[in-house]
């Protein structure tokens, strides 16, 4: 369920921002003093007169809780530097302000609230949860704006990853949330099969007898997607000599048919996609700059799934429950549950999907899937796999902390906070779960959140 209030929590006993709540009250908020223990909202309003101590512990603690996203109010008069705005946002604010009692600030607040509340009510939906998997931090970010600005822009958007990490998926669900009501196709064109020659056919289609075999007029792509989402999968595979073609229609959204002379007007909203970096494209000279400009309104860059290795387990739990429709979704024993954790996916989410379809055409009965129902020639990658963990990203994370000067002290505390707050998280609040999965008593994950709620409540 998606909570349409948004908590709040002073830091301090100020009486300003005690005012500055009941005039939010006033303005229409639903606002309820956040409990992080709980974590039964989606949207916090953080209160502070200096950015002390407290403050930043309290977003670093909070930054654990993928849903979480926070507004931090300084008080009027408060120093908000460009160091000091950078401080917050980096330890997890959403947005920084200073408080003043005016309608203006009052209406900043309440429409962003608002924007949060309408994002994440798309979050929830079929749409958007029954086709794109995961629950990590990564991911939800990523998948989170790009859901604001399918249904809130029209702008081009540029879809970068590797093969197999869900582009098509993600421009689906940007052309699905297009709030356009009389809205058209979405249209493909895969640009690693575009033939120069006969390009210009394909994206702006002929008139009859335009050229040897034109028998009948044909549209083309543009004129495919008026009204609707022109897709160009894979365009850092076009030609430069198509690239240059392509910009003026891109721009101006006017072409002509091969073999016409009437100029055709096509509104559509442009997405592409590449497995390829354009930027590092560009410096090769593989890719005009110009027309990477023209299609990168947002870009969002897709994690491979060695990246986002948490998702494993729902995306492979979605799989198995879209191979078997009637029949109850099979577990997993502990060796295969770690198999399929540790394996490498060099075709990502589709290489995985793949792999489910294997394991469950050999599992039958209504057990557990076990070792007996892994492919022949997946067990000689057994003697391969990598350790669970520690993996690259969390030597990565060290390392920045270490360049940085954090002390060890510190390192240590700020791991054990965030392990406990993703526990909390995952076992949606259930300290013995919680306890259980950071296999420690119930008594430390009590300890630990009586002291961020302590945190909380200074």
């Not at 076009?238 to 072409?255: D, K, M, S, Y």
């Not at 996609?273 to 560009?282: C, D, P, T, V």
């Not at 060290?398 to 002290?409: D, K, Q, S």
Request: proline share 4%.
């Amino acid at each position: 369920m998606v909570m349409l209030s948004a908590g709040y929590h002073i830091n301090g006993d100020e009486s300003w921002a005690k005012e500055a709540v009941e005039s939010l009250r006033t303005a229409g908020a639903d606002l309820s003093p956040l409990n992080l223990e709980t974590q039964d909202h989606r949207s916090c309003l953080l209160f502070f007169s200096q950015p002390d101590q407290h403050v930043f512990q309290l977003l670093r603690y909070a930054r654990g809780l993928k849903s979480l996203r926070i507004i931090a109010i300084g008080a009027a008069g408060t120093d908000l530097s460009e160091e000091m705005i950078r401080s917050l946002v980096n330890a997890g604010a959403s947005l920084v302000l200073s408080w003043g009692n005016s309608p203006s600030t009052v209406s900043d607040i309440l429409s962003r609230l608002s924007r949060w509340n309408a994002v994440e009510r798309l979050m929830e939906s079929a749409r958007v949860k029954s086709n794109l998997i995961g629950n990590s931090p990564k991911w939800i970010s990523i998948l989170r704006n790009v859901v604001e600005v399918a249904a809130f822009t029209n702008s081009s958007v540029l879809l970068e990853g590797e093969s197999g990490t869900g582009k098509e998926l993600l421009a689906r669900l940007i052309h699905d949330l297009d709030p356009r009501p009389q809205k058209s196709d979405f249209v493909i064109v895969d640009c690693t099969t575009i033939v120069p020659e006969l390009s210009g056919s394909e994206f702006y289609g002929h008139e009859k007898g335009a050229f040897t075999g034109a028998v009948g007029t044909r549209a083309g792509a543009f004129e495919l997607a008026d009204q609707g989402t022109l897709f160009l999968d894979e365009v850092g595979d076009l030609p430069l000599g198509l690239q240059a073609q392509l910009l003026r229609v891109i721009q101006e959204r006017t072409f002509k048919r091969v073999g016409g002379n009437v100029w055709h007007k096509s509104e559509f909203r442009l997405i592409s996609a590449s497995n390829k970096n354009l930027l590092e494209l560009i410096e090769k000279s593989r890719f005009r700059p110009d027309l990477y400009f023209r299609i990168s309104g947002w870009t969002f860059t897709l994690p491979p799934l060695r990246k986002r290795p948490e998702d494993i387990p729902y995306l492979i739990r979605h799989f198995l429950e879209k191979l078997r429709l009637v029949e109850r979704v099979p577990d997993l024993d502990d060796f295969v549950r770690k198999f399929l954790l540790s394996r490498r996916y060099q075709g990502n989410i589709r290489e995985l999907e793949q792999l489910i379809r294997r394991i469950s055409d050999l599992h039958v009965g209504s057990g557990s899937i076990t070792v007996g129902d892994i492919p022949e020639e997946e067990r000689k990658l057994w003697k391969n796999l990598n350790p669970l963990w520690p993996d690259e990203e969390f030597e990565h994370s060290i390392r920045r902390a270490v360049e940085l000067g954090v002390g060890l002290h510190q390192i240590g505390r700020t791991a054990k906070e965030l392990a406990v707050s993703i526990a909390l998280s995952v076992t949606k609040g259930n300290k013995q779960l919680a306890a259980h999965k950071l296999c420690v008593r119930d008594r430390s994950i009590q300890l630990r959140v009586k002291n961020s709620n302590n945190i909380q409540n200074s």
